[in-house]
C-alpha cells in the first residue's frame, strides 16, 4: 500500500498520496475537498463545465459539438489521478472548490518532518506559495496500539505500559506542532493510547491510575470536539469510577464506595441523555453498552428487594438487545476506540449475567451464561483468555448466589488458574471475595473451600 503523507503547516491537510513528482495525489485531494464541502460529483460537473464555458476552456466533445462535463468524468478524474495538468482548469478546479492552490502543484514544494521523539520540525518557510510535504510515523503507534490490544485480549499487556507511557509522550510532543487534520489523527491514536493504558491499569486495579488515563482521554476529546470519541471516552470512564467504587476490597470482601458508583451513573447517563437528544448520533453499540453499565450501577446502588429498580432495570436490558450486532466494526482498532469491544450476542448474554448478578437475580444470570455456552456463532474465540476466565468468574458468583457451594467452589478454583495465568488482578479481586463469602457459609469448613483459600494466600494474599 502506497505511504501516506500529510501536508501543509503542521499537517494541516491529508492524508494523501505522493504523486511521481513528489506533489500530493491531485485526484484525493480534489475528491477529498469536494466531500469536505458536500458537493455532489454531478453538481460539481455542472460547476466546473460552467466555469470552463466563460473561459473558452470547454472540453472537447464529437466534432463540431463542445464536450460535457459529467459526474462520470468527475469521478474517474479522483479514482484515476487524471485531473487536468493545464494551469488555468486547475485553477479553477481550486476556486471552486477552495482548495489551496499549493496542494495542486501550484507552488512550490518543500519536506519536513515532526519527530516525536525529538519534538522538532525541520525548518521550513512559511509562505501561501509553498506547501509542506510532512513525514510522521502515526502508523507505527496505531501498529503499537493494536499489537498491545491483542496481548491484552489474548494474555498479558502488562508490561507493555512503560512503552504505551513513552507512546503517549511523543505524541504530546507532536501534537503541539501539528495543525488540523493531521492533529485530529494524532488526538485520535492519543486517545486510543489513553483507553489503553487504562483498561490494563483497571484490570491491575490501580484505579487511581486508571482513572488518570482516561480522564486525559476525555479531555482530549473536547480538544477534538468529537462527540463519538468523547461518549467512548466517558463511558471507559464511567466503567472505571463503577469497578473503583464496586470493588473496594476491605477484610478480603468488597465494600461499595456509593459516591464513586453515583459519579460513574453520571457518565453513562450523559450518554444517554445525548442521544435521546439527537437519536442516531452515537454508535449503538456504544448505547448498548453503556445501558448495561447503568442497570450494574443501580444494581450496586440498590437498598434492599427494590422491585421498581429491578423493574426498570430488567426492562432496560431488554432493550438492549435490539442494539447487539448493530454496525458491526471489524477493525479491532477503531472498534476499541469507538465502542470498547464487539456487542455481539456472546457479549451481551455475559454483560447481562454479569449485571443480573449485580441485582441478586443469580438464577437468571445462569440461565443466560448457559445460553452464552451453547452458542455456536457470534461470540468469542478461544484465545479470549481473558474473557473466557471472566465467565467462570461471573459463573461462579452466580452459583454461589443460588447456594450452590460446591460448585460455586469449582468453578472459582478453575477461574483462578486462569486469572494467575494472565495475571488478571480484577478478576482475582473478585475470585477473593467469593472465597470469603463461601468460608462464612454452611460450606465454608469444607476441603474445597480451604484448599480455594489456600491457593489465594499462596499466590497473593501476604
Known sequence: MPELFYWGHGGQYGPFETQEDGWPNAGQVMRYFREKNGISAATFAVLYGEALTKLGKQQKGKPGKPGK??????????????????????????????????????????ESSLNGQLGLV??????????????????????????????????NAHDLLPDIEADVQALMRLEEQARENLLYQIREVLISNYLLASRIDRDKRQYASAYKYVNEAVHVAK???????????????????????????????????????????????DILDQENRQPGSLHPQLVGFTMIQLGRAQGVLKQGNDKVLLTNALIQLDEVADLVGREPINDPYMRALLIGSDLHKGAYLLQRANTLNTLGLSGKAIRELNQLRNLLERTYNKDETRIMAWIDVVMAEALLGIKEYDEATWKAKEALIACRHIHSLQNIATIMDIQSKLAASSYGASRDVKELGEMLTEWYRQ
Open 69 to 110: 462535463v459529467t459526474a462520470i468524468w468527475i469521478l474517474n478524474m479522483e479514482k484515476q489521478n487524471t485531473v487536468p495538468a493545464d494551469i488555468t482548469r486547475r485553477r479553477v478546479i481550486a476556486k471552486l472548490l477552495s482548495i489551496p492552490p499549493a496542494l495542486l502543484g501550484l507552488a512550490s514544494l518543500e
Open 223 to 269: 480538544r477534538m470536539e468529537d462527540t463519538d470519541l468523547l461518549a467512548t471516552a466517558k463511558h471507559a470512564r464511567g466503567v472505571v469510577k463503577l469497578g473503583w467504587g464496586q470493588f473496594t476490597m476491605r477484610q478480603g470482601i468488597f465494600q461499595v464506595e456509593r459516591e464513586k458508583v453515583q459519579s460513574a451513573m453520571y457518565d453513562f447517563q
Open 122 to 155: 525541520t525548518p521550513a518557510v512559511i509562505h501561501p506559495n509553498i506547501v509542506e510535504k510532512i513525514t510522521t510515523n502515526i502508523a507505527l503507534y496505531q501498529k503499537n496500539v493494536r499489537m498491545a490490544l491483542h496481548l491484552h485480549r489474548t494474555s
